[in-house]
Structure formats: structure tokens, C-alpha cells
């Protein structure tokens, strides 16, 4: 009877010492999940993810602005960074691929514990990462252009972008076919979410504006020649020829175009904003084509009065300076992103987290960016107006401001 008392005993206080070192166990975890939760700042530096096209198609793009972004950052932590806290960048390269975005999206996230992403740069690569981002709660500045990239809104709680929306682009467009009497148009697509959003947005702005497309064509990004596509718009001798493309393909019409000894309006997009457009297609070729754009080219050309004009100058003189090279719209989209997420963090005083960030940037009011004059609202994760886009022409190998 003794031997059994003993034996019961005995595995009692063994089930004693297991259940505590479970509960133990359970509470430690239970601590350490608490702490992942609420830990989202790294004191000695805020931890910004910069998800790019450094290399394949768009890296025309990605490369010069992660450059803007670098330099942003440089010149904020030597001037004592936000606080004293500097501003800490982990960049990859996503290889202008939507599967490998989202791959980058999630290692940023998980992996490094970023306060906040910056990126895709083009709208495929954007649209890959926007359901897990909005799942993980963390906000992501996108530098692609396709509307669908911020709306609708209340799906895209945690998305917000800095290149003008297609939408007020396209009312841009449209107003100047209209005062330049172009009724009927040709439309060129690139074969992807950013041709495809172009196309649908720019078809019922044009029904508003008396516009008829006559012809549509889609091109793939890779491609080599736009010869056939053109040939075809050619026989429909449209009043206008309207490209929703970027470098490569975009250069690579509007050099075909001039091969075929066409003198249709030709007109592009924002997307064909990179300073290697003109190179692309050629001098000659480019002459005289029209482009709907920001004003970081034709900086020079604008009245003193303009709100942008210091901002921008400043931009230019020091991106030329430390990258011996010119800028593009495209890389001051970049820049804004950054100067977007570093204004929330401000805003967010002590209390920086991912969600203070994303709350903040709703608040965010007036301020003066490369690509416009921004003011967000939680309706509006994007806050530009037509006004913000400037009609230019190349002359004399030189983008112009259209008056």
C-alpha cells in the first residue's frame, strides 16, 4: 500500500513539475508574441524597405530611383536623421517580376521587420504585394501608376501610391486633344495591368471629351517592334495616336513610328518618363512627340509663383551633383515616397509604429512634392489632382512646357 502512495505521489509531483513548466512555457511565449506585436521600432534607426525593378525591363526605372531614395536618406541622417533617430533602408532588387516582388514583400516583412515598404515601382509589380500587405498591416508606398493600385480604398487600407492616377492623366489628355481639335485616336496599350488601366480609365474620360477611339493595339513589354501595330493604325489614319507604355517598348514605338514616316499626334503617357526615352528612340524619331508629365524637366520654364519650383530646383541640382546625371520624373516619384513615409514618421512623434505611419499618411496636407502638391485623405491614398500633370514636347531634342 505504501509502494502504490509512493508511486502516486511520486507521478503527481511529476505532473506538477511538467504543468508548470508548461504554463511556464505557454507564458514565455505568450510574452515573447506580446513583444513582437508591440516591438516595431528599431531606437536605433527607422527600418524602410525599398522593393525596385534593379534589374530586366523596368530597371530603366528602378535603378535611378533608388538613387532618389538613397539621397533622400543620405542628406536626412547627416542632418541628424528624424529626431536623432536616422532613417535605415534595406533594398532588393525584384527583378521586374511579380512573383519575385512578392517574394521581396514578404522578406522585408518578415525577415526584417520593416516599418514600412516603398515599392513596386511599376503597377504589375505593385499589384502583387497589395493583398499581403494589407493582411500583415504594413504601408506601402507604391511608385506604379495604375489607379487600381489605391482604389478602392476602403480594400487598399494600408496601399497608397505617389505617381498621378491614370484618371487625372487621361482628363489631362483629353483636354488637349480636345483644344488641339484631335477627335479620333488610336490607342496603344502595353500588354500588362499598367497598358490595361490606361485603356479602360482613358476610354470613359474620352466619351467626355467627344473623343473616339478608332483603333487599339497592345504591345508586350519585351518587344522588339511595334512595326505591325502601327502599320495596322497607319491604314486607320487616326486624327492622334495615344501610347500608354514605358522604356523600352514606349521608345521602341515611337522609333518605329517615325521609320514608317507617320505624322499622326503622337502622344504619351506619364509611363515614357524616364531620360531615357529620348536616347532610346532617337532624336530625330522623338521630335515633336508630346508626353503628359511632371514638371522636373521643364523646371526652367515655369512661373516663380509655381509652389514646386524651389522644391524641384533644390532636387535637380542635387541629384545632378551627386549621380553626375539628369533627372526624370520617374526617380521624383521615387523621392516622393520617401518624403511621404519620413513626413508620417514625423507626425508620429514618439509613438512610431506601422500603423501610426499608415494613419499619418492620411493626414498628410499641402505638401510639395516632385510630381505634384500632395494632399492625402483616408478617401484618397493618393492625393494629386490633373493639375499636377503638364503637357511637354520634345523640340530641339528637349522636353518643352506646352502653353
Not at 179 to 198: C, P, R, T, V
Not at 312 to 335: Q, R, T
Request: hydrophobic share 40%; net charge negative; aromatic share 6%.
Amino acid at each position: 500500500m505504501k509502494k502504490i502512495l509512493r508511486s502516486v505521489l511520486s507521478i503527481s509531483l511529476v505532473l506538477s513539475l511538467v504543468t508548470g513548466l508548461m504554463a511556464c512555457s505557454q507564458t514565455n511565449t505568450q510574452e515573447s508574441n506580446t513583444e513582437q506585436a508591440t516591438s516595431t521600432v528599431n531606437l536605433d534607426a527607422y527600418k524602410i524597405g525599398v522593393n525596385l525593378e534593379l534589374t530586366g525591363s523596368a530597371s530603366v526605372w528602378g535603378l535611378p530611383q533608388k538613387n532618389a531614395i538613397e539621397m533622400y536618406v543620405k542628406q536626412l541622417n547627416e542632418n541628424g536623421g528624424i529626431n536623432g533617430i536616422p532613417i535605415e533602408l534595406v533594398i532588393y532588387d525584384n527583378e521586374s517580376n511579380e512573383t519575385q516582388s512578392l517574394v521581396v514583400s514578404k522578406k522585408l516583412v518578415e525577415q526584417d521587420q520593416v516599418l514600412a515598404v516603398i515599392g513596386g515601382g511599376t503597377t504589375p509589380t505593385t499589384m502583387a504585394s497589395i493583398p499581403y500587405m494589407n493582411k500583415q498591416g504594413v504601408p506601402l508606398v507604391s511608385v506604379g501608376s495604375g489607379d487600381e493600385i489605391v482604389l478602392p480604398v476602403e480594400e487598399r487600407k494600408w496601399i497608397f501610391k505617389t505617381p498621378s492616377n491614370n484618371q487625372d492623366i487621361s482628363v489631362k489628355i483629353a483636354e488637349f486633344l480636345q483644344n488641339q481639335e484631335k477627335k479620333d485616336i488610336a490607342f496603344i496599350a502595353l500588354n500588362n495591368a499598367y497598358g490595361d488601366s490606361g485603356l479602360s480609365v482613358f476610354r470613359e474620360v474620352a466619351a467626355d471629351y467627344d473623343i473616339n477611339i478608332v483603333s487599339v493595339e497592345k504591345v508586350g513589354l519585351g518587344d522588339k517592334d511595334a512595326k505591325p501595330q502601327l502599320t495596322r493604325i497607319k491604314s486607320e489614319n487616326p486624327d492622334a495616336i495615344l501610347v500608354w507604355a514605358i522604356p523600352p517598348a514606349a521608345s521602341i514605338i515611337n522609333r518605329n513610328y517615325w521609320e514608317l514616316n507617320m505624322h499622326n499626334m503622337l502622344v504619351f503617357s506619364a509611363g515614357a518618363g524616364a531620360n531615357a526615352f529620348i536616347e532610346l528612340a532617337g532624336k530625330e524619331a522623338a521630335e515633336e512627340t508630346y508626353i503628359a508629365s511632371g514638371k522636373v524637366w521643364v523646371i526652367d520654364q515655369l512661373s516663380d509663383d509655381d509652389p514646386q519650383k524651389t522644391f524641384i530646383k533644390n532636387y535637380v541640382s542635387n541629384y545632378e551633383s551627386l549621380y553626375n546625371d539628369g533627372v526624370s520624373p520617374i526617380d521624383g516619384m521615387a523621392y516622393d515616397a520617401i518624403h511621404l513615409i519620413v513626413k508620417a514618421i514625423e507626425l508620429s512623434g514618439d509613438e512610431v509604429s506601422r500603423e501610426s505611419i499608415r494613419n499619418n499618411l492620411e493626414k498628410i496636407q499641402d505638401l510639395v512634392g516632385i510630381t505634384g502638391v500632395f494632399n492625402l485623405s483616408p478617401d484618397n491614398h493618393q492625393g494629386l489632382t490633373p493639375k499636377d500633370v503638364e503637357i511637354l514636347q520634345v523640340q530641339n531634342g528637349e522636353w518643352t512646357l506646352v502653353k
